[in-house]
């Protein structure tokens, strides 16, 4: 469990990004950080692995106020991944993935057999493993991204528009796929975005979030789309809009969204036990 106990971050130049946030993200579980762009989720997501410290207020990881943890220690212990993969364009794709465990001291024949098996994981041929970064496909590179935060097997796993560079289509897939690995491994996930749709599908909880990390409506997907706290979020949603105009409709027992258009926008996270 995180816990963001009255959190504000101002930076030097006296911007005041976030303004006395308080939120608890539950363990195992994603919550999905959404809002327009300076809303504040980078620099709340920054500071869950201490990259970003607060100017007041504290965060806690289970017991822990991470204030008293070491932060180059914290941050190999999260995994983090962030939009245009962040990947080291003169390493091999297997090497990238074991980046951190190398430096964490994992000797070398056993961080590459783990970074073979987190291919597999994420759906990347094995076939892929020697090949530099330039030579894969934005969303090949994307799914290196996330095979490299899962690498140290973490608990907590900070995704940062991960997959806001590639087209709708690969979009699409890679979030299926993230839908999967996370029912599988079922890590605490901070997911941010400025994408409404994919806030929907992929949150347990959605934190709509306006400038200054002030909070317009936080809950599940359906709550807020049955009951958006105002205007705002109401704007936000697209529930005056039409191809927007989202609606949860059961099909074969599961949750889905539907949008205006009657064409199934995502399906909602149904509660099923792993
Ligand atoms: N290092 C910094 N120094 C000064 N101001 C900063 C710094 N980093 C971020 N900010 C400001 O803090 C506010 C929040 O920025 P942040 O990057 O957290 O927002 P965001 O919601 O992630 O935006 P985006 O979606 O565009 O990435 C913005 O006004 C931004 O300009």
Redesign the pocket.
Known sequence: MITFDSVSKR???G?L?VDDFNLTLPSRTTTVLV??????????LRMINRMVDPTAGSIRIDDDDISTLEPVKLRRSIGYVMQNSGLLPHRTVADNIATVPLLSGVKRPAARTQALELMDTVGLDRSLAERYPSQLSGGQQQRVGVARGLAVNPNILLMD?PFGAVDPLVRSELQQELVRIQKDLAKTIVF?T?DIDEAFLLGDQVVL?KTGGKIAQVGTPADILANPADDFVNTFVGADRGRRALRIEQVSGRQVVVDGTGRIAGILNDGTPT
Not at 35 to 44: D, H, N, P, R, V
Request: glycine letters at 16%.
């Open positions: 930076f030097p130049d911007t990004a809002g327009s762009s300076g809303s504040g989720k980078t620099t709340l528009e941010v400025h979030l």
